[in-house]
């Protein structure tokens, strides 16, 4: 039972243009969500969050936008560099419905985004 | 400032062989967690503490041990080593909600 998923395993874009990467979620006790980057051999960095009392977050070239009602979120980078090649998790977790999800993240599957120069 | 150091970076074990990956945090973060990343599935927490003396099952602790007798130090226990744990290890640690520091990983490779 996935509950985080991300479909698209892989994106490939131009430097400079707009990257997209998208999370579908199906567990509606869901009301926290991340996105991790992840270089080879190394652990995930976070990179944005988004609470479910807000439709978007923006931190720079990065922007998380959250559609509760699709239950989907979708990270966008803009513009793309090569320095973003990566791969991209995306994370969800209960914090505010109860007291027991202690941090707890469930994770998608990842997007492996390439940026060509 | 170390984060979260983890060791050892790569491991092949024989069927049947235990070890412990060791996990070590400085950032006095009371939650700690173990995950596990096997290809295209994303990572799977197998076991994590909200402090010392208390640890939690996740979604796929079988075959898997954890103490948790500092706030500084979380390591996982592999009993008796199976080709199923092959995978990428990440431990973490958090302070509060989702804002983790993962450490770089363990490679282990049961054959």
């Known amino acids: 039972d996935q509950q985080v998923k991300q479909n698209s395993p892989s994106l490939s874009v131009q430097e400079g243009r707009i990257s997209i990467l998208n999370c579908d979620y199906t567990n509606s006790m869901f009301d926290y969500f991340l996105w991790y980057k992840k270089y080879p051999a190394e652990g995930p960095t976070f990179l944005i969050s988004?609470?479910?009392?807000?439709d978007k977050n923006e931190d720079g070239r990065f922007t998380v936008f959250l559609n509760k009602s699709a239950k989907h979120l979708s990270l966008h980078i803009v513009p793309s560099q090569p320095g973003d090649s990566a791969v991209y998790f995306c994370?969800?977790?209960?914090?505010?419905?109860?007291?027991?999800?202690?941090?707890?993240?469930?994770f998608g599957q990842g997007t492996i985004l390439t940026v060509h120069p | 400032n170390a984060g979260v150091t983890q060791t050892p970076k790569f491991r092949i074990l024989k069927i049947g062989q235990s070890m412990t990956l060791q996990c070590t945090q400085d950032m006095n973060h009371n939650y700690m967690y173990w995950y596990r990343q096997d290809p295209g599935m994303g990572l799977k927490l197998i076991y994590y503490?909200?402090?010392?003396?208390?640890?939690d099952k996740g979604e796929v602790p079988n075959g898997y041990n954890v103490s948790r007798s500092t706030t500084e130090d979380f390591p996982l226990r592999l009993e008796l080593a199976a080709p199923s744990q092959t995978s990428v290890y990440f431990c973490?640690?958090?302070?509060?909600?989702?804002?983790?520091?993962f450490g770089s990983g363990t490679r282990l490779t049961v054959v």
């Open positions: 973490a640690s958090s302070y509060s909600r989702g804002g983790y520091t």
């Open positions: 503490s909200v402090g010392a003396g208390i640890t």
């Open positions: 988004i609470s479910s009392i807000k």
């Open positions: 994370a969800a977790s209960a914090f505010y419905a109860g007291g027991t999800s202690y941090g707890k993240l469930t």
